[in-house]
């Protein structure tokens, strides 16, 4: 079952904020988030386990709500280089046993001059 | 130079066909994975490995199959090509359990698979 995110997709203008959600129905164990420009790989941005743990990267943060199960990706001041598409990867419900890191959809982030 | 590669970059191939991806990581890493990338789907895990000679379904395995004998190797064989089958496939590797870790997936740079 794929975490589910939210916007599908966001348009911006540079300096503007914006927020990116990846929840699920089961209990999660760990979330990654990942962007990945147009033909090329995914790269990745950062893991949060479980614990409510804030963690950032430049402009760009994340929480983890364990009591939602949810996560939350925070772009900042977004700059012409935040554009792509964001997708979050998480391991449900068996307390990282599993190794099984499944993608949501992913949410395409553009953001214009 | 070290990283994980994939090959080929792009392959048409025909229907019924067998075709296999190679996947090689310089990094000795213990986890690899294939994902497979469509529009609408995001990435879905097709089989992963935790070390040489153990592997695992994911989400989509119907229709290939996977080998481990060596820690860098991961080919994906896709036995009899069909057109539902044309993606893009991703391999990725990772240090240790990318969900019990601080440890992140490395992916290649993909192969794009058509099927005619």
């Known amino acids: 079952q794929q975490p589910v995110q939210s916007p599908q997709a966001v348009i911006l203008r540079e300096g503007e904020d914006a927020v990116i959600n990846c929840s699920s129905s089961?209990?999660?164990?760990?979330v990654h988030w990942y962007r990945q420009k147009h033909g090329e790989a995914p790269v990745f941005l950062m893991i949060?386990?479980?614990?409510?743990e804030q963690k950032g990267h430049d402009k760009i943060s994340a929480s983890f709500n364990e009591k939602k199960q949810q996560s939350s990706l925070y772009l900042t001041a977004s700059q012409l280089s935040y554009s792509g598409t964001y997708f979050c990867?998480?391991?449900?419900?068996?307390?990282?046993?599993?190794?099984?890191?499944?993608f949501g959809k992913g949410t395409l982030l553009t953001v214009n001059p | 130079d070290a990283g994980i590669t994939q090959s080929p970059r792009y392959k048409i191939t025909e229907t019924g066909r067998q075709v296999t991806l190679m996947c090689h990581q310089t990094w000795s890493h213990s986890y690899m994975f294939w994902y497979r990338q469509d529009l609408g789907h995001g990435l879905r895990l097709i089989y992963y490995s935790a070390a040489a000679d153990i592997t695992d379904k994911g989400e989509v395995p119907d229709g290939y199959v996977v080998s481990r004998s060596k820690t860098e190797n991961f080919p994906l064989t896709l036995e009899s090509a069909t057109r539902s089958q044309t993606s893009v496939y991703f391999c990725?590797?990772?240090?240790?359990?990318?969900?019990?870790?601080?440890?992140?997936?490395?992916f290649g740079n993909g192969t794009r698979l058509t099927v005619t």
């Open positions: 949060l386990l479980k614990g409510g």
């Open positions: 990867g998480t391991e449900m419900n068996s307390g990282g046993s599993n190794y099984k890191l499944t």
């Open positions: 990725a590797s990772s240090e240790s359990s990318p969900t019990a870790t601080n440890s992140p997936l490395h």
């Open positions: 089961k209990a999660l164990y760990s």
